[in-house]
């Protein structure tokens, strides 16, 4: 088959607007309102004078200037053109031209997104239809518990969202891309147990040295055990135990922003005895390096794809992706999961 050299800007990939997807850390969100695009869908963040977080829609009834670019009057948006004011409801509670005593119409509103606050995320649910209560924001483990300690790192990537998603799920990278950091390239065997979760895919992984990495040798007392998990419908979760309580679990919250486009939240958790402080000290570099590795190898994935469309060629190695695409599918269309259960084996 040829194929032609040219660029041919296929369709970009549909978005999921159906989930809860984190606009932004709570800390980012002061006394001035945050714009951020959340799955295509324009959003003003900002907080009423209690403190409350809400979601608007990023344009003004009047005459569609951004709120985003106004300001925050005593608990309420303002917007930058003609003044007009509204509340955390998106309703309009202020119109500085209407004569004393006329209230604003009452169509004069903008539509708001659900929002939850937790853990330190504001967490939105960019779609016309409102959230099934069963269907939550994802919630951190050992957040705030004892002996646990966190960081937490953010990014912009320009790539769709089901490749940052493979991106950390894909351990043949590793060597290449992280090379030396935490694997050196093709050098041992890992046998990989696939198994399908009731929200996603895990994978127990089984790696037959890792003595020749850096951060294995400053970490590693006794077996490790390394479990990856892919929980629906944009988040991975790394999993790495060193020995009896020793453990650090990352996790990848991905945020679509735009079909070419995503937003990353890293928050990492550990419990490593007396070598807490050292992670403390040493993950906002080592996290921040290993997230800009990443960062790179996907912004120029992301600029092949947007030209070219996906032709992807997989093998073995690649069962995990596979596996979290099917997921995916199926989950998306409101379909449970098949309990699939098997094991590949490559190297790395
Ligand atoms: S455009 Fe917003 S107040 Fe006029
Ligand atoms: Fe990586």
Redesign the pocket.
């Known amino acids: 088959m040829t194929e032609t050299l040219l660029p041919s800007y296929p369709e970009p990939p549909p978005m999921l607007t159906r989930a809860w997807y984190i606009a932004a850390e709570s800390r980012e969100l002061k006394w001035r309102p945050l714009a951020r695009t959340v799955a295509g869908v324009p959003l003003v963040l900002f907080r009423d004078d209690q403190g409350r977080a809400a979601a608007l829609f990023d344009r003004?009834p009047?005459?569609?200037?951004q709120l985003s670019r106004g300001k925050v009057r005593q608990g309420q948006l303002q917007?930058p053109?003609?003044?007009?004011q509204f509340n955390g409801q998106g309703q309009c509670v202020h119109i500085p031209a209407l004569p004393p005593g006329q209230k604003p119409p009452a169509g004069a509103c903008v539509q708001t997104l659900p929002l939850k606050e937790q853990q330190g995320y504001l967490w939105v649910w960019p779609d016309a239809a409102p959230p099934p209560p069963d269907i939550q924001p994802f919630y951190l483990p050992y957040f705030e518990a004892r002996g646990w300690h966190w960081d937490r790192l953010q990014s912009r990537i320009g790539n769709a969202v089901s490749n940052v998603v493979e991106n950390f799920i894909d351990n043949p990278h590793t060597g290449y891309v992280h090379g030396g950091l935490f694997r050196t390239p093709a050098s041992h065997w890992v046998d990989n147990i696939l198994e399908t979760t009731a929200d996603g895919v895990r994978i127990d992984i089984r790696e037959e040295s890792q003595a020749e990495s850096l951060l294995a040798r400053l970490l590693v007392r006794g077996e490790v055990s390394h479990q990856d998990r892919f929980i629906y419908p944009a988040t991975v979760e790394v999993r790495y135990a060193f020995g009896p309580g020793r453990e650090i679990i990352g996790y990848q919250l991905c945020t679509p922003v735009s079909a070419y486009e995503t937003r990353i939240f890293v928050h990492v958790l550990w419990q490593m005895g007396w070598l807490s402080p050292l992670v403390r000290a040493g993950f906002p570099f080592v996290g921040r390096l290993i997230l800009q590795q990443d960062v790179g190898i996907l912004e120029s994935q992301g600029q092949v794809l947007q030209r070219y469309g996906e032709h992807f060629h997989s093998i073995e190695a690649d069962s995990a992706n596979l596996w979290i695409q099917a997921a995916r599918q199926r989950l998306q269309r409101g379909a449970q999961l098949k309990s699939r259960r098997r094991q590949v084996r490559f190297r790395i």
């Open positions: 003004c009047h005459r569609n200037v917007c053109y003609h003044g007009w």
